[in-house]
Structure formats: structure tokens, C-alpha cells
């Protein structure tokens, strides 16, 4: 059975560092956020006409522009067509002993890839310090808004991100909701996940960045060897845009150290801290 690498985490949580780490290995691609690349409520004119971190414009590109022509050809609709077409041009392209990664994240769309009975798809759980997460997210928002307000007149993006609007906008400005929010968004991945039986490994970013065993581990999970790496293979669209950086490796970043005043914290988000993002196996 052919294998799918699949990442979820909140955003800020070092999926993007992850998945082009993964996609070193000679037998891995990385394609970012395939589920809103590939999304049917999106006009496909203008995704073709979006950056790929390859260097080209999506109709341009060598991958992507074969899985676009053949959705348009088939007049493919529905989203799990499209990933059909995705892998479909994916295995032509380059072999059926290669393994896509897809940082697709978030709960809406790790929840598709229970259409894909016919392929095992092991999913990477990836969580970042609360801390450092919580840092990372106002100084974001400093530089910009997450999810401006102009898109409560884009139904098509709207009605997938209200939740993240009201967050995004309103609660975030509540004092100590930051920590809470990471920590209730976080278990809910991990209980889907438990709940449903995927098969799955859970990363912090943290080890990703101290424990030096770390990519033993995550090969031996996908069935990989962890052999010599080489240059990063990808085709990202969708993701964050440090994808598109030349100078990508493993840095942990300490500005959180300086963060003042400290974030609130509850007993239990430390807890939940603890736990999961400084316990290793």
C-alpha cells in the first residue's frame, strides 16, 4: 500500500521547518497545504496563477500544471477528485516508491484523509512550547492581521474560517486567552486523532531542535531509512511563506525569552506543556 506523510499542528508550530526537512530524503516530496491548493471553492485561474516555491507560477510549473490541466479536463469538483488527480500525477511523475508530504494542518482537512482507504497515511503531529508559540503569534499580529477583515466578504474563504475570524480578531485580545487557546486547540487534534485511530507520531518542536535522535525516530515511523539528505524536493503553493526562503534550517528561536510581560498560564496548560512538548520517547 502506498504511503501518504501527512502534518498537522496550530499554525507558528514548526510544520513548515518539518515538512522541508522531510522532503531532504531521497525518496520524499513536499507539496505545503495541499487541501487549500487543491480547494474546489477556489477559482482555479487563480491559482494558477500563484507562486511554487520551484521558482515558477503555478501554470508554469512542471507538477502542478499537469494536476491542473487534468482537473479542468475532467471538470473534477469535488476535493477528493482533486486529490485523486494530485496523486495520480504524483506517482506518474515520480515513481510509486515515493512518498508525498502534505502540511495540509488543520483538523478540516487531516478529517479528508479518511476518504483515502486504498493508501496509509501517517500522520506527524507537530507542537510547539506555549510559550514560544504565544510569543510568535503577537508578533505576528504586530506585523499584520492574520485574518484581515476583508474576508467576511469573501464567502468562499469565510465560510471555512469564521471560527478563525472571531479568534483572530476578538478573543485573542482577551488577556491569557493565548495560552488557553493553545493548549484546547492542541488536545482537540490530539483526541481526534486518538479517536479515530490514525495512525500517528506526536513532535515537538522543541525535539525537533535538541534531540539529535530525532529523524531515527520519524524515518523508522514512515518506513523510511534515515539516509544521507540532500536539497529539499518541493512544490509548495499554500503554506507559510518561509517556504519560499533559501536559507531554511533548524534554529530554535529563543526571542521568547524576552517576552514581557509573561503570558498567563493556567496550572494545567503547564501541565499540558510539560507533557507533550518536553517529555520525548
Request: proline share 2%; charged share 30%; net charge positive.
Amino acid at each position: 500500500m502506498k504511503t501518504i506523510v501527512s502534518i498537522t499542528s496550530l499554525e507558528r508550530s514548526g510544520s513548515t521547518i518539518l515538512d522541508l526537512s522531510l522532503s531532504k530524503h531521497p525518496k520524499m516530496i513536499s507539496f505545503g497545504e495541499v487541501w487549500r491548493t487543491l480547494s474546489p471553492g477556489r477559482s482555479i485561474d487563480r491559482v494558477k496563477n500563484m507562486d511554487c516555491n520551484c521558482g515558477h507560477k503555478v501554470k508554469d510549473c512542471e507538477f502542478w500544471s499537469k494536476v491542473f490541466e487534468q482537473i479542468e479536463r475532467e471538470k473534477s469538483i469535488k476535493w477528493i477528485e482533486r486529490y485523486y488527480i494530485f496523486l495520480e500525477i504524483f506517482y506518474s511523475f515520480y515513481g510509486d516508491d515515493f512518498i508525498p508530504i502534505d502540511s495540509s494542518k488543520f483538523l478540516r482537512a487531516i478529517e479528508k484523509f479518511k476518504l483515502l482507504d486504498d493508501y496509509q497515511v501517517k500522520t506527524i503531529f507537530t507542537i510547539r512550547d506555549v510559550r514560544g508559540w504565544t510569543y510568535s503569534i503577537k508578533l505576528s499580529e504586530k506585523r499584520k492581521k492574520e485574518m484581515p477583515l476583508k474576508l467576511i466578504f469573501d464567502f468562499n474563504e469565510f465560510k471555512w474560517q469564521w471560527k478563525a475570524y472571531i479568534r483572530y480578531n476578538f478573543l485573542r485580545k482577551v488577556p491569557g486567552w493565548l495560552s488557553y487557546e493553545w493548549m484546547y486547540r492542541n488536545r482537540k487534534i490530539l483526541k481526534f486523532l486518538e479517536k479515530n485511530n490514525y495512525n500517528y507520531l506526536k513532535i515537538s518542536y522543541e525535539e525537533l531542535n535538541f534531540n539529535d535522535k530525532v529523524f531515527d525516530k520519524i524515518f523508522n515511523f514512515i518506513g523510511l531509512n534515515n539516509t544521507v539528505l540532500q536539497n529539499s524536493k518541493a512544490h509548495i503553493v499554500d503554506g507559510n511563506r518561509t517556504a519560499f526562503s533559501k536559507d531554511l534550517s533548524l534554529r530554535y528561536d529563543l526571542k521568547w525569552l524576552r517576552d514581557k510581560p509573561i503570558n498567563i498560564m493556567l496550572p494545567q496548560v503547564g501541565y499540558f506543556n510539560k507533557k507533550y512538548v518536553w517529555e520525548w520517547d
